[in-house]
């Protein structure tokens, strides 16, 4: 029988634990079904009785809808506002988003321009010129001219009326659908988390408070949204309310300004794409530890799925990561929750060729001109969440790796790209007979931004890299 011959080994496995190892004969019909049967047990545990297209790391959403009643009220403001070239102007608005950049450093700049008078003086002595006052004027304007040039210029978004509903057609469910999924990560794998309390920074159009208020709208209690432009809090407000006199969401407050208390925290705190409106490092490092301050358990942070957005992000986690603040209200430290499985140097960014660590999620766009099919929102997050970062996930899956390219379905293999707890990128191929059925059948239901309960090991990924 196979379950005497398993404690058998069992037995003699804690033998060893215990200092007093026995030897025992099993013969090798009997180890390999023991191997199968405990290795069957494991994948039964780490299923915990799902489905596999449903296993714990899914965390993928299908395609996303804004909700009625929000859908409904931007359809009647955006009518009633009467925006001449709405459609053009809001793709428009969505190019210059994507491509927008952070503000360049005085540092940076003063380092450049001292670099390229260097420059310019050693040609023009090579050249022979001797008139050192005429030629120190000309090099003068050469480098503002060509600082003008080649430096990007980076200006504050200004909201009034009008532009806020540009933005509205233009980002409203792109932002809502990047959100929702976002929050997913802490809904599926905290399933305990029932926040009381949220606030918003940067808050925009209100999209946390409706993404936060789809999954704990039975726990929510207190929403601050913190946005420093009037306009923007009025039509936030305006989306609330619809056509009815009461708003859809209670208990949902509007400021201009953070809380001064440093002792207040919220449960939960969120800042979507705000970070990149912050120009410069000193001033985002300031924000990003008020913003912890304010945090009582988890602090989720969304910025467009760019080199700059991705960017953003690694500067606010080795902030909190590294980085002591002067005065310290909670001394529970910062832990990584997700997209990362590590708290090692992101290994993207230490690539030849900068690729940023980005996932997507399909959405239903506002009904308007130009706006049927459905789209894609390529975005990039970090959860951080305070505790050890020793601590195991609530779900039990602390060390998954996680995909962080589509995944490649083939015959009887599937090629999966995971950026793994040993904080290095790894090209694996799951196949039945290498890592188990189930492993396999996960691999094969999962989508990129998922995890799966692999830990990669060099022979694979020398084997993988060759196959692929």
């Known amino acids: 029988m196979i379950f005497p011959a398993c404690l058998r080994v069992l037995e003699a496995c804690r033998s060893w634990r215990d200092g ?7 013969s090798a019909q009997h180890i390999i079904r023991c191997s ?37 009220a931007a359809r009647t403001i955006i009518q009633s506002a009467q925006v001449a070239q709405l459609t ?23 380092k450049a321009a001292v670099s390229l008078e260097r420059e310019l003086w050693k040609k023009a002595i090579e050249k022979g010129d001797i008139d050192e006052e005429a030629l120190e004027d000309r090099i003068k304007k050469k480098v503002l001219s060509e600082l003008r040039r080649t430096t990007y210029r980076w200006t504050h978004m200004k909201y009034d009326e009008e532009f ?18 976002a929050l997913n990560e802490i809904k599926k794998r905290d399933p305990s988390f029932a926040p009381q309390s949220l606030l918003d920074f940067g808050s925009g159009l209100g999209t946390v408070v409706w993404a936060s208020h789809s999954y704990w709208a039975d726990s929510l209690k207190e929403m601050v949204c913190v946005d420093s432009s009037g306009p923007m809090n009025t039509l936030a407000e305006r989306l609330l309310k619809g056509s009815c006199a009461q708003p859809h969401i209670k208990q949902v407050y509007f400021r201009q300004f953070l809380p001064v208390s440093p002792k207040v ?64 209200h909670d001394s529970r430290p910062a832990s990584v929750f997700a997209p990362c499985p590590h708290e090692l140097t992101c290994p993207k960014l230490a690539q030849k060729m900068v690729v940023p660590c980005n996932f997507q999620q399909l959405y239903h766009p506002l009904p308007l001109p130009g706006h049927n099919e459905c789209r894609t929102e390529k975005f990039s997050y970090l959860i951080v969440t305070r505790g050890e970062p020793a601590e195991p996930a609530p779900d039990g899956t602390v060390d998954w790796a996680r995909l962080v390219a589509p995944v490649l379905r ?14 290095q ?44």
């Not at 899914?58 to 395609?63: D, E, I, S």
């Not at 988003?97 to 940076?108: C, G, I, Q």
């Not at 083939?410 to 904080?423: E, L, Q």
């Open 164 to 181: 806020g509903v540009v933005y509205m057609a233009a980002r409203l469910a792109g932002g809502y659908a990047a959100m929702r999924r």
């Open 425 to 468: 990128l790894h090209h694996m191929v799951v196949t039945a007979r290498k890592h188990s059925r189930d492993v396999y059948r996960c691999a094969r239901s999962s989508e990129w931004g998922d995890r799966l309960p692999i830990v990669p090991t060099a022979e694979e990924d020398e084997h993988s890299d060759s196959e692929g």
């Open 88 to 110: 053009d102007r809001s793709h428009s608005l969505t190019n210059f988003l994507w491509s927008r950049k952070r503000a360049v450093e005085d540092a940076t700049l003063r």
């Open 265 to 328: 925290q919220f449960d939960l705190v969120a800042a979507a794409f705000t970070l990149s409106e912050i120009s410069g490092v000193k001033d985002r490092e300031e924000a990003v530890f008020t913003l912890w301050r304010k945090t009582g358990s988890y602090l989720v942070l969304v910025e467009n799925g760019t080199k700059e957005g991705h960017q953003l992000l690694m500067e606010a986690r080795d902030t909190l990561l590294m980085k002591q603040e002067t005065t310290v």
């Open 410 to 423: 083939r015959a009887r293999h599937v090629h999966c790209r995971t950026c793994s707890s040993d904080g």
């Open 36 to 72: 199968l049967l405990l290795s069957f047990a494991a994948e039964v545990d780490f299923l915990k009785g799902e489905p596999h297209r449903k296993h714990p790391g899914v965390t993928n959403l299908k395609a996303l809808r804004l909700p009625e009643e929000l859908q409904t």
């Open 20 to 26: 007093r190892l026995q030897p025992i004969t099993l």
